[in-house]
């Protein structure tokens, strides 16, 4: 998606006959549905008009394509400006400039990060604009089909119209980013620059072709972690960290070179769904090592470790592998400090308690904590979905302050699964009741969300989806475990409409949603959590229903045998609203969990029909 797009020309025209800003913002409701913050409509009067100054060159071509806020696919991020052209030669050209307000900043100690005052907030820590310019650039070469394969060059630069120079934001240690994408600021002279920039790179105008050609673009396969992971062990990039996460990245090795047993560090570093907790605890795991501190990468639920452990088979040896992975039962015992640094994933599934049993230990937080120097805890409260998981952020850093340790809190924001769709995942969060949010009904942006009539057509979409192996069906455990001692033995059977399928097969175990042949089985939560998909088809089970018109929970219509609620009944008796609001909690994550597993799409079948009449009533459509 492109906001606003036109030529040199009708830019600088409508710059003169309207208010540019809300020219810009009418564009932005037009296709979005949604009205633009007032930071961004403050952010576009200010710069628009010092671009249209740019652009008043009449050696410019006049048919010059220019583009508003260029959406990059499979995320939620926007370029602010771009221009398209072609060279000399008649090759495809599009400069990309990341539009800064700032005129002042403070060099960070960490690579390519800079502190400014950020949309009219406090200095705060983040990318340095020429960093930025040249991530979301190679983003855009990593998703659009047009820019890769159809021979689109970028040029990325960074303008701060409001800054002059003064060796800070265009420091020595900066220099690596600003060849990237060259810096410019405040004053004639380098306005002059940019323009010759522009000039050097666009030679002729293209009535906005490229620009044509990338919006409408094929969207190219995302990477998916596991399929990268051989590629970043060998010191390739395979994600470029962006924004929060190159913050988060470089705030956590940080903190590990000065974390010390007498002052330990532990990061608490919180995302939901696709924000790139698991990209960055992989990236961290590769750096720490290639910097000889002794580290381990963490995760309770075995069903990553164990598809990232395959991925690298052959690669590794089996004995260096099993150290670089490890469960979170496994320390109890361990030497204090034993561990330069320990990245959790997934840290919101830790337990209380170790062993076959449960028995075992004290408490899974802080063993992991005595055991290492410094602890990154990766975490989403919202994805937190037995009776055992102990990991909310709030017990994280409890257990931290207990032990003495310096705590650093972080957020993850940006979006990277379900195509980019922040307005997805806030419309799900709002329509499970997991949290209310801004978002009664569904703007999907480019995620393919359906709600199907019967479990054969979700069996039909996700079959003509898994080109690749990479799309499964999953469900709520609703329905007993048979084939698991009976191979001929069907478990979810759904007789009004003959649907007939086994759970994930016992002899997969973890590594269900990579084996060849799975797709003829359904996963549930514990061989999906923590991995990703392109599509997943989700039936929902009677552990959800309507009840007065609002969406509830049942957990009697979860399975006997779903371990992940074991004991509920009694512990009813026990405290029945308290336990009655944790059951609650963790059908709605459950489901949240599941729903956010495909990058592309999401296709639900609904065993209540009542529970898919509900959804669709909260979906908008089309031509609404």
Known sequence: MIVYQSTRQRFLEDNDLHAIEELIANQYLAKT?????????????????????????????TSMGVGVELGIPQTAKRIDFVLSGTADDGTARVVIIELKQWSSSRVSDHDGLIYANRGGRAEIEGAHPCYQAWSYATLLEGFNEAVHGEGIKLSPCAYLHNYHRDGVIDAPCYTPYVEKAPLFLRGPSERAKLRDFIKRHV??????????????????????????????LKGNREFVLIDDQKVVYETCLAKSRIATPEKKQVVIVRGGPGTGKSVVAINLIVALTKQGLLSKYISKNAAPRAVYAQKLRGHRRNVEISGMFGGSGAFLDAEANVFDALVVDEAHR???????????????????????????????????????????????EKWASRMGADVTHLELASQFRCAGSDGYLAWLDDVLGVRETANPSLDPGGYDFRVVDSPAELDRLIRERNEDNKSRLVAGYCWDWKSKRNPDAYDIVLSESGFRRQWNLGSDGSLWITAPNSIEQVGCIHTCQGLELDYVGVIIGPDFAITNGALTTN???????????????????????????????????TYRTLMTRGMKGCYVYCTDPAVADFLRQRMRTLDR
């Open 33 to 61: 549905g949604r009205y633009a913050p007032e930071g961004e409509y403050r952010a576009w009067r200010q710069s628009l008009m010092q671009m249209a100054e740019v652009l008043a060159d009449d050696a410019m071509p």
């Open 350 to 396: 830790l337990n209380e308690k170790s062993g076959l049993y449960g028995n075992l230990g004290e408490n899974q937080i802080k063993e992991l904590i005595a055991s290492a120097k410094c602890t990154i805890l990766f975490a989403d409260d919202d994805q937190m979905v037995t009776l055992a998981d102990i990991g909310h952020s709030t017990d994280l």
């Open 555 to 589: 957990p009697s219509g979860r399975s006997k045998m779903d371990r992940s609620i074991r004991g509920w009944k009694t512990l009813m008796k026990r405290d029945p609203v308290g336990t009655s609001e944790r059951l609650d909690r963790i059908i709605r994550n």
């Open 203 to 232: 030679r002729k105008g293209d009535h906005a072709a490229a620009l044509y050609r990338i919006e409408n673009g094929r969207i190219r396969p995302s990477k998916m972690l596991a399929d990268s992971l051989v590629g970043m």
